[in-house]
Nanobody, 124 residues
């Protein structure tokens, strides 16, 4: 059974850092892009970052470029999102997702399976 389980969320002050992890199981990680999305209250789910099946290609939303870094370890069946210089507007539930293909396209429609989400709150 396919599962994506996020961890690492929490409360952090502006300017702080968090590292999200997503443990995947039930499918061969090597064949699919993986991504991180987020959804704030009252807003639509938006793409944050994604990484191709090989890890050789990544995409980022303009709002997080230079602050967030996505990576994956296929041997550990895990994808990570390192978040630095966090801002209050980064507050949201963050979701890990499995892409439909090997290539990374940062669009909700290109991802078919989702984790349950982890809350990230940036506040002083």
């Amino acid at each position: 059974q396919l599962q994506l389980v996020e961890s690492g969320g929490g409360l952090v002050q502006p300017g702080g850092s968090l590292r999200l992890s997503c443990a995947a199981s039930g499918f061969t990680l090597d064949y699919y892009a993986l991504g991180w999305f987020r959804q704030a209250p009252g807003k639509e789910r938006e793409g944050v970052s994604c990484i191709s099946s090989s890890g050789g290609s990544t995409n980022y939303a303009d709002s997080v470029k230079g602050r967030f870094t996505i990576s994956r370890d296929n041997a550990k069946n895990t994808v990570y999102l390192q978040m630095n210089s966090l801002k209050p507007e980064d507050t949201a539930v963050y979701y890990c997702a499995k892409g439909r293909f090997r290539l990374c396209v940062l669009s909700v429609g290109d991802f078919g399976s989702w984790g349950q989400g982890t809350q990230v709150t940036v506040s002083s």
